[in-house]
């Protein structure tokens, strides 16, 4: 705010802050305006945000109430509406997807995904979704969805852009998401948008494993692009969080519809969540470097029958990853030779460095059995053994490598 406390920017503040600095000095500058930190009359301000915590603002008159009503986005009106904490946050994740109107949060990546596909259809309407999706994503189309009268349709998350041949006069909504869970296949995100938007059909892009760092899906041309804010982000496993931006036109419609489902979140995960962001393209580079070595490792291992990871040119999509990307990830599959489900606990209950637990894209590693083939309807998934997936953290790559090392061993001795 400004001096007199009204809302706007202080001069040479710009309104709208764009990254037009490399993304590791957006990390360190991004949220920081002027107004945010307290920086008035020279004093230089302070360096964070600060956690503003509110639900009612108090108002000195009611011409200054009516007026609140009717002001930006980042303007003091109702704790709903937000704090700076969170305008900072909103700001430093829109920065990421260039060419977005805007970046709305939410209270956790499930919350931003059935928000922005609420935006966008309603009953009668038809929407598209890849096999390979988010197991809640599909859950929320399949079932909720389906109760509004919402007809959802898996597609090969390999078509391409043969996606126009499934779309229907009623088709709403393109769901992409790139690589998929749990097996990692990557799409051909920009023809496939391109074809949707041919069509006046509506993108939404599932982007948490790029982060919007790694792939930048409104520049790829979807008109919606969400990501976990809980996983590389957040970055600590201690929150939980959503973001979705998206292009104009589009985001008038997720801000209708995620303020008329009472969505928001509180300053203290904003705050969380923007010290995060801080080290975002660091840990990630690091997550993702430690993933290839050890991705490499387990590759040559006589009970790895392959790795699932856009990295390899064995990975459905390695081409359009090289195309498309920036880089990797520290999250990818392991398919074994041997093993199935029922040998799980010789693998994994001896884990030292590993953790046992869902999410990914903490500092700390991750890993757990997965099931990929009992998710498809449209496209198979066969294995001969047991799958997982990894999250890798920060630590020593070699430490990791030596707990999966006797993990193998372990599962070798039973199978
Ligand atoms: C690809 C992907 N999208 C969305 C989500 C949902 O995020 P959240 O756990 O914050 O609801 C997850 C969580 O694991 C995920 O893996």
Same mark, same amino acid.
């Given at each position: ?86 305008w ?91 690589p998929?869970? #749990?097996?990692?296949?990557?799409? %051909?995100? @920009?023809?496939? !948008?391109?074809?949707a &938007?041919?069509?006046?059909? /509506?993108?939404? +892009? ?17 008109d ?33 519809t ?49 790795? #699932?990871?856009?990295?390899?040119? %064995?990975? @459905?999509?390695? !081409?359009?990853?090289? &195309?498309?990307?920036?880089? /990797?990830?520290? +999250? ?48 198979r ?18 430490d ?11 599962l070798?001795?039973?199978?």
């Open positions: 705010m400004q001096r007199d406390g009204k809302p706007g920017s202080l001069p040479g503040t710009p309104a709208h802050s764009r990254p037009d600095v490399s993304a590791d000095t957006w990390a360190v500058t991004a949220g920081r305006r002027a107004e945010w930190t307290q920086n008035r009359e020279g004093t230089g301000g302070i360096v964070n945000p600060p956690v503003w915590r509110a639900s009612t603002i108090l108002y000195p008159s009611i011409a200054d109430m009516d007026a609140a009503g009717r002001a930006a986005d980042d303007t003091l009106f109702y704790g709903r509406k937000g704090t700076p904490t969170a900072a946050l909103r700001d430093a994740l829109n920065g990421l997807e260039p060419g977005s109107a805007g970046t709305l949060l939410f209270p956790s990546g499930v919350a931003a995904l059935a928000v922005a596909i609420l935006s966008a259809v309603g009953p009668g309407d038809h929407l598209l979704i890849p096999d390979s999706a988010y197991d809640p994503t599909t859950s929320f189309c399949f079932g909720f969805l389906k109760r509004m009268g919402v007809v959802a349709e898996a597609y090969d998350p390999l078509i391409g852009a043969g996606i126009a041949g499934l779309f229907r006069p009623e088709t709403r909504l393109l769901i992409l998401e790139s998929g869970s #749990l097996t990692f296949e990557v799409q %051909d995100v @920009p023809a496939m !948008a391109a074809a &938007r041919a069509a006046g059909i /509506a993108t939404l +892009l599932d982007n948490s494993w790029a982060a919007s760092l790694l792939f930048k899906g409104i520049a790829a041309g979807c919606m692009v969400m990501q976990a804010v809980t996983k590389y982000v957040g970055g600590h496993s201690d929150l939980l969080m959503g973001s979705v931006s998206a292009v104009p036109g589009h985001f008038e419609k997720l801000r209708a995620a303020a008329q489902l009472g969505q928001c979140v509180s300053a203290d995960d904003a705050a969380l969540a923007l010290r995060g962001f801080r080290t975002l393209p660091l840990r990630m580079e690091r997550s993702g470097r430690s993933a290839l070595e050890i991705a490499h490792w387990l590759k040559g291992h006589r009970l790895v029958h392959r790795v #699932l990871h856009p990295a390899f040119e %064995d990975c @459905p999509g390695h !081409a359009l990853w090289k &195309r498309d990307f920036s880089g /990797a990830a520290g +999250l990818f599959g392991v398919v074994l030779d041997r093993g199935s489900r029922a040998d799980a606990p010789a693998f994994f209950d001896g884990l030292s460095h590993f953790g046992m637990g869902f999410s990914w894209g903490g500092y700390e590693s991750l890993a757990i059995p997965t099931s990929p083939e009992r998710l498809r309807t449209v496209s998934f066969e294995a001969p053994g047991m799958t997982l997936r990894l999250s890798i953290g920060l630590e020593d790559p070699a990791l490598i030596a707990d999966l090392s006797a993990a193998l061993d372990r070798e001795t039973l199978t």
